[in-house]
């Protein structure tokens, strides 16, 4: 998090993505994504993807410099590699964009897409890792995604070994955790991807009545016989 502010001020405010990966979601798209090479020699608990851009010639790869140099002697990064054209910067996205893929070959997992303030995604990755570990010993955290507006895909695997069925079927105990930690922290339990349906319950449980007969008013003024999507809450 640290970095992050240190990147907006190096930057002037260029900066287009801020993305984590942690060690495990590298190791998992690594070991299964055909051609996969590591980016950095080293292999650190969190990876950071950093993307900026400038219209000035030079300034991006300029703020860039400055801000690993500082970062590096500040002890806020470990180590770094930089994109010398556009097929390395494919290739690193390729790293981040392919972490749900890859972790199809682990088994099942519990897929949260959340957001808190971004001050505290921090905060959250640790409690909710803990109060999940104490629950469900063994199970592995693969977190990643937006952290420059707070948003977070924390995927909960099962431990190694562990019966596939049996983690499935822990599913909702787990993301009442999540939910609840997130919900303390003034977060959102749907980010990006919405509540689709797996999510009435808990969007019934956290959101306020009266913003809930707001959205329903919404739906039936534009669906009345509802036919859209007819499973989803909204």
Do not use: C
């Not at 990876?47 to 703020?63: H, K």
């Amino acid at each position: 998090m640290n970095l992050l502010v240190r990147a907006r001020e190096e930057t002037g405010g260029t900066v287009e993505a801020f993305e984590i990966v942690s060690r495990l979601g590298m190791d998992l798209v690594l070991a299964h994504l055909p051609g996969a090479r590591a980016p950095l020699q080293s292999r650190p608990p969190w990876f950071v993807l950093i993307e900026v851009a400038d219209a000035r010639a030079g300034a991006a790869e300029a703020a860039l410099e400055r801000l690993l140099e500082g970062a590096l002697g500040a002890g806020l990064v470990t180590d770094a590699a930089v994109a010398q054209n556009q097929a390395q910067a494919k290739a690193f996205w390729a790293l981040r964009e392919n972490q749900s893929a890859a972790q199809k070959a682990e088994g099942a997992a519990w897929k949260h897409d959340v957001a808190v303030p971004v001050s505290r995604v921090a905060d959250f990755i640790a409690e909710a890792s803990a109060a999940l570990e104490a629950r469900f010993p063994g199970v592995r955290i693969d977190a990643f995604g937006h952290v420059g507006d707070g948003n977070i895909h924390y995927d909960v695997l099962s431990a190694k070994g562990a019966d596939q069925g049996v983690h499935t079927a822990a599913r909702d105990e787990g993301a009442r955790i999540v939910h609840d930690i997130v919900a303390a922290m003034g977060g959102s339990i749907s980010a990006e991807h919405g509540l689709g349906t797996m999510k009435t319950a808990e969007a019934l449980r956290y959101k306020a009545p009266a913003e809930v007969a707001a959205q329903r008013a919404i739906r039936a003024a534009l669906d009345p016989k509802r036919i859209m999507n007819p499973r989803v809450l909204f």
